[in-house]
């Protein structure tokens, strides 16, 4: 297994299993505006792993008026408030990170909103292994995921050349963001709802391997 001087974890859905608060806030308000074809489940497979900004322009463009200009407020409103009940630490997240940053730098790298991720990493306890300076989030670049800004970004900032980075990852738009960047990317499937589906959308993204468990990404860097 190649050494890296850096891991780059993903938050949302990779370290804390948050996607549910996320998608189901997003489907509440999309629903309250009359939208009716934004059920959870739809939202699920429509939105995974993109930034709210990216999808209100696509939502504004689909649906005009309809779509209040300070959704994307809204929504990091009502998410922020929600987190310390509803969000927890992904089984083995804390394991791989005790064993993990022994050996290894890390960071966070995610495309969810600034002050949510922050409340996130702070509520789980996560901010052990976090302070600010170890946070990226797609405020900090022009382009979020799957562009390839934000991890060549959050790479010069750590100080690592973009090819000794591997990033963990359980969405394609997030593998897409590292293979581009020029990382290895490990894909992660242990908080989705379709496992075996999300391992072929990750292959199929370019993630270097597809893990179901964070036991055997701890195997596979030999900690």
């Not at 938050?11 to 608060?21: A, P, Q, R, Y």
């Not at 005009?64 to 089984?91: C, F, H, L, S, T």
């Not at 960071?107 to 302070?131: H, M, P």
Request: charged share 25%.
């Amino acid at each position: 297994m190649q050494n890296y001087d850096l891991i780059i974890f993903d938050c949302d859905g990779t370290l804390v299993d948050s996607e549910t608060l996320n998608n189901n806030v997003t489907s509440d308000i999309l629903l309250g505006l009359g939208l009716k074809e934004y059920t959870r489940d739809a939202c699920l497979n429509f939105f995974e792993g993109r930034s709210w900004n990216e999808m209100f322009v696509e939502l504004k463009n689909k649906h005009g008026d309809v779509i209040p200009d300070n959704i994307v407020d809204m929504y990091v409103e009502r998410v922020r408030a929600a987190i310390p009940d509803n969000v927890k630490i992904i089984d083995g997240a804390l394991d791989l990170l005790i064993a993990v940053s022994k050996i290894f730098p890390i960071c966070i790298a995610s495309n969810g909103e600034c002050q949510n991720v922050l409340t996130e990493i702070k509520a789980t306890g996560l901010d052990r292994f976090f302070d600010e300076s170890k946070i990226f989030t797609k405020v900090q670049v022009q382009n979020p995921k799957p562009a390839p800004d934000l991890f060549l970004y959050t790479a010069e900032k750590m100080k690592v050349d973009p090819s000794r980075c591997l990033v963990i990852e359980d969405s394609p738009t997030g593998v897409q963001g590292g293979v581009a960047a020029g990382m290895d990317v490990f894909g992660f499937v242990g908080a989705s709802h379709d496992s075996e589906n999300q391992k072929n959308k990750l292959l199929g993204a370019g993630a270097k391997q597809v893990f179901d468990d964070f036991i055997h990404i701890g195997q596979a860097l030999k900690l």
